[in-house]
Structure formats: structure tokens, C-alpha cells
């Protein structure tokens, strides 16, 4: 089947029998090499069961795009096989974006009308799960999210997962609260990738992972989610998933505390009192700490009445 992925020539077989998308490891290397494939598409390694049983590791990336003739999917979660020249596999779950599918002898008949309908109901789907979310019964929310996440609606995706991760309307499930982030956070979705990266800290639904949850802290944090690039910073602040760097600590913390993270306008003024990954610079401590003793950090207080 030829398609083209992020802009790339390639040809896949239509496998029935898989459900995502597998690329060989020679053609990853060579989107990379030629700029198909960027840093950031990288997302990190999952596990899955190959034919024989037995459980393999490989990479997991994200196709900004796969077009298949006139139509095209956006941010496809794909796996690299391990093997070099491993098939180009193309799953049902991708397919079934695009709509409902026959096979005609040599041809694949896609009927995309579906996929349209799909849009618009899963819209309306989420907006009737907003609307009993707002009276408080998560019971039925939920079933119009499930229903909207299912046809990829990246918000539905991400109260979904709100509802698993805190067990509103439902059984707690982190596991469930993972998958449902991850889903929306492959699509760009600030709060899911920065949930999705609290996980990966706690270890909770996933096996605890500092480097991915510095990954997805860092997705989250670069478009502005002020809770990531104070956890981001703690990282680099503590070595957890990165190299100790305090001058990286002090420059997501203080994106942080300019938007009023308490906890952020603390740190830097202990930075500016150390003198770590800043310059020191007392007054400029003082300023830090009055901040976040007037936004009611108590250590921030004590901390003045002794510098004064």
C-alpha cells in the first residue's frame, strides 16, 4: 500500500492481523538521517508480544502524518522493529481513523464518510460528558467520554484518564489513567503529557521511569504548563531522569515562578541566595522569597527573617 509518512515515499503491507504500525529499523535510521524523523518524535520503549509469545522491547515514536491517498492521519504512535529489514506494517486501528474498511481482491476500499461522523459525534459525545461532569455525576460522564475517546477525541481522551486516575465514577485504575493520557498526550495535550509524566515518576499504572517522565515534563512544559516546568526543574535540580544541572533547574523553575508556582519563587531564591546555576545575588533572593512568603510560603518567611 503506498502512503506517505511525514512527507516520505514509503510502501506498507496492510496487515488484518496487527493493530498499530511498525516500521524496520533501517527505514528509521533513514528518516532520521534525513531529517523525516526529529528528537522530539521520540517518545520511548514499550513492550509488546510477538508471534512466538514471547516479549520484545522496542522504540516507540510519533508520525506527525501518514497520508494514504487523499486522506491523512495525524500523530500515529508507531514501533520500530528490532529486526533491520523488517516489513512496513500498517495496523486496522490506523485504518479505522479514516472510516470503515473492505478488502476488493488487490484493493483496500476505504468509505471515509464515517470518519466525518465520527468527528462530530464524538464532539458531541465529549460535550454531553462535560455537561453531567458539571452536575457532578461522573457515573454517566464517563460513558459519553469512553464513547468520545474511543473515535480520538484528545480532550475526552484526557478526562477519561481524570476519571480513572482519581476513580471518579469509576474503579481507580492508574493503568487505565496511563493508556488514556498517553493517547492524548500523542497528540499534543499539555495536561495529559504532564500527567502522563507524574506517572512515570510515582510509577504508578506504568514502571517507574524518570528519564519518560522528564520526557513527557519537558512536552508539557515547552507549551507552557506551569506545573511541568517546576517538575521539570526539580528534576534537573535532583538528577532524576537527567544529568544534575542547576542552571536547567533554575531556568524552569524560574519560568514557574514568574507565572506564581509558590514552591518555584522559593527555589529561586535559594539559587540566588547559593548562588547555584545563577549568579548570587542576595537582593534578588530577597525578592524571590518575599513573593513566595506573601503567596503564603511559610519557609519563605523564616528564611527572610534571618537574611534581613
Do not use: P, R, W
Given at each position: 500500500m503506498p502512503c506517505e509518512v511525514n512527507g516520505l515515499k514509503m510502501r506498507f503491507i496492510f496487515d488484518t492481523g496487527a493493530s498499530a504500525v511498525c516500521i524496520s529499523m533501517t527505514e528509521a535510521l533513514f528518516m532520521v538521517k534525513n531529517g523525516y524523523l526529529e528528537e522530539d518524535d521520540f517518545i520511548g520503549v514499550a513492550q509488546t508480544r510477538i508471534?512466538?509469545?514471547?516479549?520484545?522491547?522496542?522504540?516507540?515514536?510519533?508520525?506527525?502524518?501518514?497520508?494514504?491517498?487523499?486522506?491523512?492521519?495525524?500523530?500515529?504512535q508507531a514501533f520500530i522493529s528490532n529486526t533491520i529489514n523488517a516489513p512496513l506494517l500498517l495496523g486496522q486501528t490506523v485504518i479505522r481513523q479514516l472510516g470503515s474498511w473492505t478488502i476488493d481482491g488487490d484493493y483496500l476500499i476505504i468509505n471515509n464518510k464515517n470518519n466525518k461522523q465520527g468527528e462530530n459525534s464524538g464532539l458531541s459525545f465529549y460535550n454531553k460528558g462535560i455537561e453531567l461532569k458539571g452536575k457532578k455525576d461522573y457515573t454517566q460522564a464517563i460513558q459519553w467520554f469512553e464513547k468520545a475517546a474511543q473515535m480520538g477525541h484528545e480532550d475526552a481522551q484526557y478526562e477519561l484518564a481524570l476519571c480513572y486516575h482519581f476513580g471518579r465514577g469509576i474503579q481507580k485504575s492508574f493503568q487505565k489513567a496511563a493508556h488514556w493520557y498517553n493517547q492524548a498526550a500523542m497528540k499534543g495535550h499539555a495536561n495529559s503529557q504532564y500527567n502522563l509524566g507524574y506517572l512515570y515518576e510515582k510509577g504508578q499504572g506504568v514502571s517507574k521511569d524518570y528519564a519518560n517522565a522528564v520526557f513527557w515534563y519537558k512536552k508539557a512544559a515547552l507549551q507552557g504548563n506551569v506545573e511541568?516546568?517546576?517538575?521539570?526543574?526539580?528534576?534537573?535540580?535532583?538528577?532524576?531522569?537527567?544529568?544534575?544541572?542547576f542552571q536547567e533547574a533554575a531556568k524552569w523553575n524560574k519560568m514557574a515562578a514568574e507565572e506564581g508556582h509558590v514552591t518555584a519563587q522559593y527555589n529561586m531564591g535559594l539559587y540566588y541566595l547559593s548562588g547555584q546555576g545563577v549568579q548570587k545575588d542576595i537582593p534578588r533572593a530577597k525578592q524571590w522569597l518575599t513573593k513566595a512568603a506573601e503567596n503564603g510560603h511559610e519557609k519563605a518567611r523564616q528564611l527572610l527573617t534571618r537574611i534581613r
Open positions: 508471534a512466538n509469545g514471547d516479549i520484545d522491547e522496542n522504540m516507540v515514536i510519533n508520525l506527525k502524518s501518514i497520508k494514504i491517498g487523499h486522506l491523512t492521519i495525524k500523530n500515529v511541568a516546568q517546576f517538575k521539570l526543574g526539580v528534576c534537573y535540580d535532583n538528577g532524576l531522569g537527567v544529568k544534575k544541572n
